[in-house]
């Protein structure tokens, strides 16, 4: 007669049996009788097999895999009415977890740039209420957030008041003090009735950054005021530009006979407190067609007159205008506020003093493209 074979012994898997060898693959000292791996093997996705002390056991037990951490819950759009929710398509914001903001004065109001909005809002009165809404409703910078606002000033803090648009740009305006309101007047008050003698003056450059702030802070100084350059340093500083200015007009010219004939080479120079590079950014370009070509070269002078050459990380802008100096992210050392410019675009950035080698982009706004 047959023997009839247990069940349990029916139930086991042949890998399991592959992998126990039937003792054969024991180690010297091991108990070869039926002895198990201590490992459990792998049955498919994420199925295992706990361990058995002996071939006769009980049943082969399956755990299931850990079940997966649930995702945070996404908060819910809000709701817009119709015009504004069909505006609402239309507008880019900034990441929502962008820390560094660009400002600027336009219109003798101190902006800041959130995003653009991809239409023309402000002739209807209705899209332009319609705008509001939805700004009010989506901005990653909400009504009465606190801001701390970095210039050649100091620091000071402001709060977010409203909401506008500037040639195709989200901005938010914002509540000042009286000191930051008359510095965001780029254009000087003349008493009335009196006349412009002459040409009109261009605007002086006023940019800020524009900063998160849990609390409120008290105003500050910049740490690092620059003195007037002294002749000997700003006639150093004008042969280091001709001589870049010779290098890149010798060895970086274009070779599209197109472009070679409207290379041109700019230059632009701030004065301010950058550490152990200097006390002076020169910077030199060879510009062809509309930001097509571009080869550009930014250094340092101290005040030996010793150059430092800095690498520039700009990822859109390829050259630059060198407009302001001052501490942009409060590390003690000035940093580059420039007009950045692009192929058929442009705009204004800080690019951040890095350990005195290198200028890197912090934050960037009032961006312009021609098409």
């Given amino acids: 007669m047959t023997p009839l074979i247990p069940r349990r012994r029916v139930l086991l898997p042949i890998a399991l049996l592959a992998a126990a060898g039937l003792g054969a693959c024991a180690g010297p000292g091991e108990n070869t009788a039926g002895a198990l791996p201590t490992r459990p093997p792998r049955l498919g996705a994420g199925l295992a097999v706990t361990p058995i002390p002996g071939r006769d056991s009980g049943p082969i037990t399956i755990v299931a895999p850990p079940t997966r951490r649930q995702a945070p819950r996404v908060a819910p759009r809000p709701r817009l009415s119709p015009a504004a929710d069909s505006v609402a398509a239309h507008l880019v914001f900034a990441p929502s977890n962008q820390a560094w903001f660009l400002g600027a004065s336009r219109a003798n109001r101190l902006l800041v740039d959130l995003g653009r909005v991809d239409m023309e809002v402000r002739k209807d009165p209705r899209l332009l209420e319609a705008y509001n809404e939805a700004v009010v409703a989506l901005s990653p910078m909400p009504l009465r957030t606190r801001l701390r606002l970095r210039g050649p000033w100091g620091a000071e803090d402001a709060t977010v008041a409203g909401f506008d648009t500037w040639n195709g740009r989200i901005v938010a305006t914002l509540a000042l003090s009286p000191f930051l309101d008359s510095l965001a007047h780029t254009e000087p008050r ?71 004939h409207s290379a041109q080479v700019s230059s632009s120079r701030v004065v301010g407190c950058f550490g152990p590079a200097g006390r002076v950014l020169v910077v030199v370009g060879l510009r062809a067609g509309a930001g097509e070509y571009v080869r550009e070269r930014i250094v340092a002078v101290n005040d030996s007159g010793w150059v430092t050459p800095l690498r520039v990380t700009d990822y859109r802008f390829t050259a630059h205008d060198a407009l302001a100096a001052f501490d942009a992210d409060g590390d003690g050392t000035d940093d580059l506020a420039a007009r950045g410019i692009g192929r058929s675009a442009g705009g204004v950035v800080v690019l951040r003093l890095v350990d005195g080698r290198k200028l890197e982009r912090l934050a960037s706004g009032f961006v312009w493209e021609s098409h």
Wanted: hydrophobic fraction near 40%.
């Fill in 190 to 260: 003349k008493p009335a009735g009196q006349k412009p003698a002459g040409r009109k003056p261009a605007p002086r450059p006023f940019i800020v950054i524009a900063v998160r702030a849990d609390a409120a802070s008290a105003p500050a100084a910049d740490s690092c005021v620059p003195d007037s350059l002294p002749p000997a340093l700003a006639q150093r500083a004008d042969s280091v530009r001709d001589s870049v200015s010779r290098l890149l007009t010798e060895t970086a010219m274009p070779t599209i006979e197109r472009l070679a």
